[in-house]
């Protein structure tokens, strides 16, 4: 709790020094969880809207592209907490096209697997810039997809689904692709200290000699 107040007087003296002000009826002093846009946050880390993630688990199949874009956009913003989001969703988004919402066998698995992704997403950890951060890496024919990690704790999940000509290129180009992405990605995580890149693709080593 000390530790608590010292933190407190710093933030006063920052806020006071740039001429910032909090509104008392919005802060929270001395809490073991707050909530924040959408967002629960502890000492565990980063969490969910139990209540928004309800919502999503008793979503009724879309009917309508109405009701589909309502969906991606709850599922949307919490894809951080899900591996290869871009991936699962892509039969789903896909349907957003003009005159291509035709609900089939392959929607209804996209649908039901991120509901499920989302229903069991996990607590990330909060970056701790003290600690080294790693990235590691994934790619397939359909997408790639990246995650942020500190001792062994998730912090973030990114990807990115491949269009036709992103899925001619060779699994090397593909690897190679996601370490981009995630770099560019979290550039105010890895700028200006070492990083390690995890990847299965062994190649890709010899990049930097």
């Given at each position: 709790?000390?530790?608590?107040?010292?933190?407190?007087?710093?933030?006063?003296?920052?806020?006071?020094?740039?001429?910032?002000?909090?509104?008392?009826?919005?802060?929270?002093?001395?809490?073991?969880?707050v909530e924040y846009l959408g967002h629960f946050?502890?000492?565990?880390?980063?969490?969910?809207?139990?209540?928004?993630?309800?919502?999503?688990?008793?979503?009724?199949?879309?009917?309508?592209?109405?009701?589909?874009?309502?969906?991606?956009?709850?599922?949307?913003?919490?894809?951080?907490?899900?591996?290869?989001?871009?991936?699962?969703?892509?039969?789903?988004?896909?349907?957003?096209?003009?005159?291509?919402?035709?609900?089939?066998?392959?929607?209804?698995?996209?649908?039901?697997?991120?509901?499920?992704?989302?229903?069991?997403?996990?607590?990330?950890?909060?970056?701790?810039?003290?600690?080294?951060?790693?990235?590691?890496?994934?790619?397939?024919?359909?997408?790639?997809?990246?995650?942020?990690?500190?001792?062994?704790?998730?912090?973030?999940?990114?990807?990115?689904?491949?269009?036709?000509?992103?899925?001619?290129?060779s699994v090397y180009e593909k690897e190679l692709?996601?370490?981009?992405?995630?770099?560019?990605?979290?550039?105010?995580?890895?700028?200006?200290?070492?990083?390690?890149?995890?990847?299965?693709?062994?190649?890709?080593?010899?990049?930097?000699?």
């Open positions: 709790m000390e530790e608590h107040w010292k933190h407190l007087e710093e933030v006063f003296q920052l806020m006071q020094l740039h001429h910032m002000f909090a509104k008392a009826s919005k802060c929270s002093f001395a809490m073991e969880k946050i502890s000492g565990k880390g980063v969490e969910t809207d139990p209540k928004k993630i309800e919502a999503v688990a008793a979503w009724p199949v879309p009917q309508i592209v109405k009701d589909l874009r309502s969906f991606l956009g709850i599922a949307g913003y919490y894809r951080k907490f899900v591996r290869a989001y871009a991936v699962i969703s892509r039969p789903l988004t896909d349907l957003l096209k003009k005159g291509g919402f035709v609900w089939s066998h392959e929607s209804q698995v996209a649908f039901d697997t991120l509901k499920r992704a989302l229903t069991s997403a996990p607590v990330l950890a909060v970056p701790d810039f003290t600690k080294q951060f790693i990235v590691e890496t994934d790619a397939s024919n359909s997408g790639i997809g990246v995650v942020l990690v500190q001792e062994d704790h998730p912090i973030a999940f990114i990807s990115r689904a491949l269009g036709p000509k992103w899925q001619k290129l692709l996601a370490i981009v992405f995630a770099v560019q990605k979290w550039e105010q995580y890895l700028s200006g200290q070492h990083f390690l890149i995890k990847t299965d693709q062994r190649s890709l080593k010899w990049l930097l000699q």
